[in-house]
Nanobody, 117 residues
């Protein structure tokens, strides 16, 4: 019913930047929350940032001031973005896009972000 497709991951040097994108399609209603979570090898999946349909944002302490989440919900587009700056090795993980509506979570397949010199 809802499909999420992430893009924009890759290899970046420490201190560099990446922009992740997530395209949502299917039965998407106006009121929802979209976000990004990440999972590094051997670690639990953790919240990175969320944004509600009215633009309210929430960030993990570890990314505040470095990452920015935004969304675009016009012209039949349902997109969420994650601008990541000042990346470091601890940011390396698989990043997942998530959409929550009516208490149901939908997930993308994930995109790998590797920060290494």
């Amino acid at each position: 019913q809802v499909q999420l497709v992430e893009s924009g991951g890759g290899l970046v040097q420490p201190g560099g930047s990446l922009r992740l994108s997530c395209a949502a399609s299917g039965s998407i209603f106006r009121i929802n929350t979209m976000g990004w979570l990440r999972q590094a090898p051997g670690k639990q999946r953790e919240l990175v940032a969320t944004i509600t349909n009215d633009g309210s944002t929430n960030y993990a302490d570890s990314v505040k001031g470095r990452f920015a989440i935004s969304r675009e919900n016009e012209n039949a587009k349902n997109m969420v973005y994650l601008q990541m700056n000042s990346l470091n090795a601890e940011d390396s993980a698989v990043y997942y896009c998530k959409l929550n509506q009516f208490g149901v979570d939908y997930w993308g397949q994930g995109t790998q972000v590797t920060v290494s010199s």
